[in-house]
């Protein structure tokens, strides 16, 4: 079956600096990408999305960034704060109803 | 609003004991999901259903059954508990998901199970 997987299971960073989370995905047909965060004993929470017809969005301090030729996708969260350290879920949906999430990131702000 | 609400938040099982895991949301969401996640991976989906009246299956939906009678409620079933079944479950709703819009999906706090 197709698989969402993450390149590096936990990534720590020092306050203030950008953050890079990456993931990559095997479903060439999936057409729609979600990072999610998730804090310590409580569930997933929506940061962002991007539909496979685009390249790059951005929000409120991150951006996602989608590569289809090399299947690849990025979360980038600039000047991380503590609030930001998390989990951090990518998931794909090929159209359908269901998501399938990745493993997940920690990531870990060091003040 | 309260929006996803799970029930219990921990319980210990003895093998072969049965029990429901409670989901309710009061956004008035269609769709309902059940996953499960063992420690350090990612969620995976048990069940889900669409509307009032329909589930299907997800990835892992062995161990498991559900029902949708209404549109906020989403119970869970274990009837034969399995050390295997031991996870942190999560409801999750939305409104919509894929193609017909956004992958919010809005999750309860979770359900710590242990089976022993």
């Known amino acids: 079956g197709e698989s969402v997987g993450l390149h590096l299971p936990t990534l720590s960073v020092q306050e203030g600096d950008n953050s890079i989370i990456n993931c990559a995905y095997s479903?060439?047909?999936?057409?729609?990408f979600i990072w999610y965060k998730q804090e310590s004993g409580k569930g997933p929470q929506f940061i962002i999305d991007i539909r496979s017809n685009m390249d790059k969005r951005q929000g409120q301090r991150v951006t996602v960034l989608l590569n289809k030729t090399v299947k690849h996708l990025s979360l980038q969260i600039a000047a991380t704060q503590p609030g930001d350290s998390a989990v951090y879920f990518c998931?794909?949906?090929?159209?359908?109803?269901?998501?399938?999430f990745g493993t997940g990131t920690r990531l870990t702000i060091i003040p | 609003n309260a929006g996803v609400t799970q029930t219990p938040k921990f319980r210990i099982l003895k093998i072969g004991q049965s029990m429901t895991l409670q989901c309710t949301q009061d956004m008035n969401h269609n769709y309902m999901y059940w996953y499960r996640q063992d420690p350090g991976m990612g969620l995976k989906l048990i069940y889900y259903s669409v509307g009032a009246g329909i589930t299907d299956k997800g990835e892992v939906p062995n161990g498991y059954n559900v029902s949708r009678s209404t549109t906020e409620d989403f119970p869970l079933r274990l009837e034969l508990a399995a050390p295997s079944q031991t996870s942190v479950y999560f409801c999750?709703?939305?409104?919509?998901?894929?193609?017909?819009?956004?992958?919010?999906?809005?999750f309860g706090e979770g359900s710590r199970l242990t089976v022993l």
């Open positions: 998931a794909e949906t090929f159209g359908n109803e269901k998501l399938t």
């Open positions: 999750a709703s939305s409104s919509l998901t894929g193609r017909r819009g956004t992958g919010e999906l809005f």
């Open positions: 479903n060439s047909a999936s057409d729609y």
